[in-house]
């Protein structure tokens, strides 16, 4: 598996905060949970609805569509009505790049 660039370093969110990002046409979700960042598929596994919209919650993203809740760790559903997990990814900053592992 290899990095990608999908932004600066500076792009990344604050802490207890989610953003958008692109990779290869995938809509990726980071969380940044305590300082560390980590990448979950933007799309809810319910309704598709934009999981980088609803709200961090620790290591939960609330979706805001329908509160399904996923784990941005494991992917995970965490309350439904989500039955199917999340892809996650790897992130990291790499110089002045944030990365997401395809």
């Known amino acids: 598996m290899a990095f990608v660039t999908v932004g600066k370093a500076e792009d990344a969110p604050p802490e207890g905060e989610l953003a958008r990002f692109e990779l290869n046409g995938t809509a990726i979700a980071v ?3 305590g300082g560390g960042l980590h990448g ?4 809810c596994t319910h309704a598709q609805c934009s999981l980088s919209e609803g709200d961090l919650d620790g290591t939960h993203v609330v979706c805001a569509c329908h509160v399904g809740t996923f ?5 995970e559903v965490v309350a439904a009505p989500p039955r199917t997990p999340a892809s996650v990814y790897a992130v990291r900053i790499e110089g002045d790049d944030l990365q997401v592992e395809m």
Request: hydrophobic fraction near 60%.
């Open 31 to 33: 969380a940044n949970v």
């Open 40 to 43: 979950i598929a933007d799309a």
């Open 71 to 75: 784990d941005v760790l494991t992917g």
